[in-house]
């Protein structure tokens, strides 16, 4: 846990954007360390130091003496470490992943869906994710890719998942969210994704849709 302008430009507004922000550093993310691991920032010296406290099983002044309840969530030496390194390349590693995305957009825009940023927003692209057309067999597209050797990726919303089905919605539920979820599909995006490999990538999709 850290102040925000301890951090570099490319990461300060996001982190900044309430009283804190959580972000994980899975080896997946585009900050992700070799193992499991996370952060929480915030510019709240009382909230800091809470968070600390219930990130060391609740420990109080004395180590010995724990005075809420709390978690076993340190992250250890070796990812911090990783992260560390990775943290000085990573405006380069960002810039490259935005080089990716565009290079999708501009194969893609054709016959699926693209994601645009809003005037004056910047993304890390974590995933890269497309909306097939309307009626297209989606579940069919992607085992073309993957008979091809490409792997894709479908998320459910929030409101699927099995642990928040519980939870209210809107009257009605949620057409948009459900419907958007079902025609959309996540295609490879990191910082070191070739530009033949992505030609590859960007001809199987539109081979899928040509056959």
Request: aromatic share 8%; glycine share 10%; hydrophobic share 40%.
């Amino acid at each position: 846990m850290t102040q925000p302008k301890r951090l570099a430009p490319a990461t300060r507004a996001a982190v900044s954007a309430g009283l804190a922000t959580a972000t994980s550093f899975f080896p997946a993310k585009p900050l992700g360390c070799f193992g499991d691991g996370g952060a929480i920032f915030t510019d709240d010296a009382e909230l800091a130091a809470t968070l600390r406290s219930v990130r060391v099983h609740g420990q109080g002044s004395d180590k010995y003496d724990n005075v809420r309840l709390g978690l076993t969530a340190r992250l250890d030496t070796m990812q911090a470490a990783i992260l560390i390194e990775k943290l000085k390349i990573f405006e380069e590693e960002i810039a490259a992943r935005n080089k990716v995305a565009e290079r999708y957009a501009q194969g893609l825009g054709d016959v699926v869906t693209v994601p645009r940023l809003a005037s004056g927003c910047t993304s890390v692209w974590a995933q890269y994710t497309i909306r097939v057309p309307k009626g297209c067999d989606r579940d069919g597209f992607a085992a073309k890719l993957k008979a091809q050797g490409i792997p894709t990726a479908i998320y459910k919303p929030m409101h699927q998942q099995t642990a928040y089905r519980g939870f209210p919605v809107a009257d009605g539920g949620l057409p948009t969210s459900e419907s958007l979820c079902r025609g959309v599909i996540s295609l490879p995006m990191h910082a070191y994704l070739g530009e033949l490999t992505q030609e590859r990538i960007i001809k199987a999709v539109r081979g899928a849709f040509s056959t």
